[in-house]
């Protein structure tokens, strides 16, 4: 069975310093692995996502991440944050089957922001 | 960019009723899926549909739950006789064989 485990539950950065929230899957085979962010009240927001080749990925508002199959880890990371970043920030895991690719999200990691 | 588009945003429904919650997915996804978040915790799939039929449902999709695609556009999650822990946020999602995995807005229910 797919998981995931998103083992900080809250972060609180300053606006400026440094980011990085994990993200550990448990997937029999190849996963493809999601980053979203989610503002009180609001839906989902990609912001990035990795189904194969290089390993660090790119996305939105500044945001990468790295997967590392040896430590089934897909952490998030951002240079320097901003105090628009504060969110809740889901990890998810899915994959290719006959029938679609179901996704499974970690217990989210709330970001707060000081200024 | 192509959006999945949910409605209502908000729905209030008493308890023991019956609600519909609507999705038009984005036109070239093949697969469609039905996902809720209660208030305060993790986003949980309940359903996925492909090729007019269900193709894996979670635990949490028994009975009292259905889905359809009534026109061959919209996508709906019909929830019968509601309960109270119904209450959530449900989300829509298409996706174009896992390449386009696109979320919807959300539907906001409310169980009275």
């Known amino acids: 069975a797919q998981s995931v485990t998103q083992p900080d539950i809250h972060i609180t950065v300053s606006e400026g310093a440094s980011l990085e929230l994990r993200c550990n899957y448990s997937y029999g085979a190849t996963p493809y692995l999601f980053w979203y962010v989610q503002s009180p009240g609001q839906g989902l927001q990609l912001l990035l996502k990795y189904f194969s080749g290089d390993t660090l990925v790119q996305g939105i508002k500044g945001f990468e991440a790295e997967f590392k199959r040896s430590q089934s880890s897909f952490n998030l990371r951002k240079p320097s944050v901003h105090w628009s970043d504060a969110a809740e920030y889901f990890c998810?895991?899915?994959?290719?089957?006959?029938?679609?690719?179901?996704?499974?999200f970690g217990t989210g990691t709330q970001l707060k922001v000081e200024l | 960019e192509p959006e999945v588009t949910q409605t209502p945003s908000h729905q209030v429904t008493q308890m023991g009723q019956e609600v519909i919650l609507r999705c038009v997915p984005i036109?070239?996804?093949?697969?469609f899926y039905w996902y809720r978040q209660i208030l305060g915790q993790k986003v949980e799939f309940l359903v996925s549909?492909?090729?007019?039929?269900?193709?894996?449902k979670s635990e949490i999709f028994d009975d009292q739950f259905s889905v359809e695609r009534p026109d061959g556009s919209n996508f709906t999650l019909k929830i019968r006789s509601t309960k109270l822990e119904d209450s959530a946020m449900y989300f829509c999602?298409?996706?174009?064989?896992?390449?386009?995995?696109?979320f919807g807005s959300g539907t906001r229910l409310t169980i009275v």
């Open positions: 036109s070239n996804h093949l697969y």
């Open positions: 549909f492909y090729n007019n039929e269900i193709s894996e």
């Open positions: 998810a895991v899915g994959g290719l089957t006959g029938g679609g690719n179901k996704l499974t």
């Open positions: 999602a298409t996706d174009r064989e896992g390449y386009g995995y696109t």
